[in-house]
């Protein structure tokens, strides 16, 4: 499985654009790349998933190099309900079966 | 609430009791995971249903950790005789076919 590395804290304002960066030099072919975030007590929500180039959603954009060895989620004007951690996976499909493994994630604090 | 369900939130318990925790899928949902998640750390897979079989568990998991999803509906996680070690969050996660997993609440264990 792709281990994955991303900061361990990044602090930002309210209004702020806030880019998270994952590296994944291991990433197989068939390999696609899955960001959570994740609320003290709570599990962890999906946010975006992408294999490659630029994926948009409502929450966040996800920007992936040709090379796909990284991977940016980019969160658009923060705010403070914003602060949590944000995990980066690499998931192989294999039949159905996606084991989804965690690292410590990036704990993002967003200030007014 | 058609999203994961876990019971109970919280559970303390002594150490040496055993303790089951149940987690209800959202429906027609064929993959369930348990993870466990400590302090400051991101969720560490425990075991793997697609359906009602296990197709895997967590090397990690001690012989006092069992599993079971009959009839590939809810499961349920039984941990015999407690440690303190034990004490964590319990996360219960769902999906269906290649899409992603949604995580529940979790149940917070405490072992005094």
């Known amino acids: 499985l792709a281990k994955t590395t991303q900061p361990i804290s990044m602090d930002s304002y309210e209004g702020q654009e806030v880019n998270i960066t994952c590296s994944h030099n291991?990433?197989?072919?068939?390999?696609?790349i899955t960001w959570y975030q994740q609320f003290p007590s709570q599990g962890p929500r999906f946010i975006i998933q992408?294999?490659?180039t630029k994926v948009t959603n409502e929450v966040a954009s996800l920007f992936i190099p040709a090379d796909r060895k990284s991977s940016t989620l980019s969160l658009p004007r923060v705010s403070l309900s914003d602060t949590a951690v944000y995990y980066c996976?690499?998931?192989?499909?294999?039949?159905?079966?996606?084991?989804?493994?965690f690292g410590t994630g990036t704990r993002l604090l967003v200030s007014p | 609430d058609t999203g994961v369900s876990q019971d109970p939130r919280h559970k303390i318990t002594k150490r040496g009791q055993n303790v089951t925790f149940r987690c209800d899928p959202i429906?027609?949902?064929?993959?369930l995971y348990w993870y466990r998640q400590t302090l400051g750390q991101g969720p560490e897979f425990l075991t793997y249903?697609?359906?009602?079989?296990?197709?895997?568990k967590s090397r990690l998991l001690s012989d006092r950790f069992s599993a079971e999803r009959p009839k590939g509906s809810f499961s349920t996680l039984e941990i015999q005789r407690t440690e303190q070690g034990d004490s964590a969050m319990y996360l219960c996660?769902?999906?269906?076919?290649?899409?992603?997993?949604?995580f529940g609440q979790g149940t917070r264990l405490t072992v005094v």
């Open positions: 996660a769902s999906g269906k076919g290649n899409t992603e997993a949604f």
């Open positions: 291991n990433i197989a072919t068939n390999d696609y």
């Open positions: 992408g294999y490659k």
């Open positions: 996976l690499v998931v192989t499909p294999r039949g159905g079966f996606q084991k989804l493994v």
């Open positions: 429906s027609e949902h064929n993959r």
């Open positions: 249903f697609q359906n009602e079989a296990q197709l895997e």
